[in-house]
């Protein structure tokens, strides 16, 4: 169960906003308690400013970054063909003037390589095969171009962009985020937005009203698209930023066109109260806390139910008994912890286990999601997801109590069955 870090791509304002670094070291210690390897990209590292941040100023976050926790993953070569240290990444950002705009000057030179050669020597570092990513990303846009969601996103804009997009294509073979994403692209980078603003209608329309008009609509959905170019690459599962809490579909992939729908559903709930976890004692957990829990009995129950799924059956009460001990246990170990320092906060939780019965045209799937952990006013936990393997499943919704929307999708079926987390509102925070 290996999770990508989306949390950390750059276009995230967890990963970004300095006001927001405690919510996310807050996030991958809790991602790691729920995931045996958890999977950054080169960019995430070194264009990231609250990684970066907290590495620096946090001297608890460097043991985090340990072989048998985290993987850094290579995606940007040299022209020959080799990639790129993150130093090198680093310079190469340097000299095109690439850095993310809120990332600290401090971060920018050559002094901090130093830093990012003892991460590398660290952690794990995984090379895909990256030539492909572009060429995948681009199969993807070009069937998100002409589906009905893209239609439904831009609206009355579709029709401009449909025709600029064919023109994008005409003279670009292979797509990247810098055709869409303004973020990513350098002056000489030619986007959709040039092609939209070229169209006769908008001869009175700069390149920069286009965008503003245009990329709210479109930037997320290709955003997402690249999160799933990459996650198909590495064969791991994302951890979705809430930014893109409503591009799921993009992510995971447009099960709809596969014809699968949800016929049934079923609704096992059991409450437990989860004594001191709030984002700040989630920020506060130490490594070897973190590592001890992760090595506990239920912590391999959890995991073998989860990783195993896929070649044996679990009934509901399996699932949810092994997921609720695992929060238990973590419970128990964290609130030790923290009344060892004198702080008692108390925070509510529930804990879901849904059964889907999904039909497609082939083959009918049945997919189990669980351990959706509301707590600290934040929906924090990964969400379980147990499917065999093949299986198309469709996206999913969770209505919480209040109204909102908490949304989760299962994966189609890869090699091992699944484990995701979205952000959202909590139902239930009490003191």
Known sequence: MHGYFGLAHRNAALANERSQL????????????????????????????????????????????????????????????????????RDFYKRLGLFHPKLDNRFKHDDVDNRLASIESAVV?????????????????????????CMNRLGKDYGEFDVAYHFLRENTPILGIINFDPEHATVDDKTIYDYVADLPRNRNQSVDTVIKRLSPALV???????????????????????????????????????????????????????????????AELTPSLIM????????????????????????LSEIREA????????????????????????ESVIVRVLRHTLSTSKQNAEVVIGTSIQLGGLLY??????????QAVAKLLNKSADGETATSSPVVGANLSVSQSTLGRATQHTQ
């Not at 976050?61 to 020959?80: G, I, N, Q, T």
Request: charged residues 30%; proline residues 5%.
């Open 22 to 89: 405690q919510s996310y070291i807050a996030r991958l210690k809790h991602s790691a308690l729920f995931h045996r390897k958890l999977v950054l990209a080169d960019h995430m590292v070194v264009n990231s400013p609250n990684f970066l941040r907290a590495y620096s100023d946090h001297p608890d976050f460097k043991d985090l970054c340990d072989k048998s926790l985290l993987e850094v993953a290579h995606f940007e070569r040299f022209k020959d063909g080799r990639f790129m240290s993150l130093p090198e990444l």
């Open 292 to 315: 001890s829990i992760r090595e506990t009995d239920e912590a391999r129950c959890f995991w073998e139910i989860v990783e195993c799924s896929s070649q044996k059956e679990a009934s």
């Open 381 to 390: 936990a990964p969400l379980v997801v147990l499917a065999p393997i093949g």
């Open 323 to 346: 997921a609720a001990q695992y929060v238990r246990r973590i419970s128990m170990d964290v609130t030790r912890d923290t009344w060892s320092r004198g702080n008692r906060k108390t």
């Open 125 to 149: 570092r995984l090379f895909p095969e990256s030539t492909k990513r572009d060429p995948l990303f681009t199969e993807y846009c070009d069937a998100y171009a002409v589906s009905q969601s």
């Open 220 to 282: 997320p959905s290709m955003r997402a698209l690249l999160i799933r170019a990459e996650t198909t690459l590495l064969g791991y599962q994302p951890i979705i930023p809430s930014e893109l809490a409503g591009e799921l579909d993009l992510v995971l992939g447009n099960v709809q066109l596969m014809g699968a729908k949800p016929d049934d559903q079923e609704l096992d709930e059991v409450a437990l109260t989860l004594d001191a976890i709030d984002e700040k004692t989630l």
